[in-house]
């Protein structure tokens, strides 16, 4: 009886450590080279003898995403990335730069977890902080904050159980009032565009 009640709890023992060899694990960590092309719509800025908007130049910079999947379609992803500086121009003139760091928050469904090509979509909020901003001189300025929504659609190609090619594309809301010596100016919407490619593991 004894042995017959060990080889039972043996063969049990196996068959749960089997069922969790065969789950994933619900975390999955991406980096990603992401191109920034910022919509670039402003009111003309006619306090500093300029008619023309304001343009915040694009930039590719890296990217890291972590995402948390609480079933085989539903996940959230949080985007990270270090502070980011951008030129600016006015009337096709380079008036100074800035700072921004823009961690965004998405809930993701993946359409086709089983298959090789998984697409999803996204949405979410966007938190920016604008920081070092030298503008004209020092006589302009930026709003140092900005929260926006965000939409997303990608794609990953799974390459074994673990490793992904991911594709990804994400409209991100930023707008900040501009000043000049106190003053506002101008409302910029940066509202850029952010096309990714990179890869993907999952643990």
Do not use: C
């Not at 359409?111 to 920016?128: C, E, K, M, R, S």
């Amino acid at each position: 009886m004894q042995k017959s009640a060990a080889a039972i709890i043996l063969v049990s023992l196996g068959m749960l450590a089997g069922n969790a060899m065969a789950e994933e694990s619900p975390w999955l960590v991406r980096v990603r080279a992401v191109h920034i092309d910022p919509a670039n719509k402003s009111d003309p800025v006619g306090g500093v003898g300029a008619s023309d908007r304001i343009d915040v130049s694009s930039k590719t910079i890296p990217e890291v995403d972590i995402s948390y999947f609480f079933n085989r379609n539903v996940s959230a992803e949080l985007v990270l990335t270090y502070p980011q500086k951008h030129d600016v121009s006015l009337d096709g003139s380079n008036i100074g730069t800035f700072k921004h760091l823009p961690p965004t928050l998405l809930a993701q469904y993946h359409f086709l977890p089983d298959a090789q090509l998984n697409p999803y979509v996204g949405a979410g909020i966007n938190y920016t902080n604008i920081s070092k901003v030298e503008l004209l001189n020092g006589a302009g300025g930026l709003e140092h904050k900005s929260f926006g929504l965000a939409l997303q659609a990608g794609v990953d190609y799974k390459i074994d159980k673990n490793w992904s090619v991911n594709f990804d594309v994400k409209k991100v809301q930023i707008r900040s009032d501009v000043f000049v010596s106190g003053a506002k100016v101008s409302n910029v919407q940066i509202d850029p565009w952010l096309v990714g490619v990179g890869v993907g593991y999952r643990f």
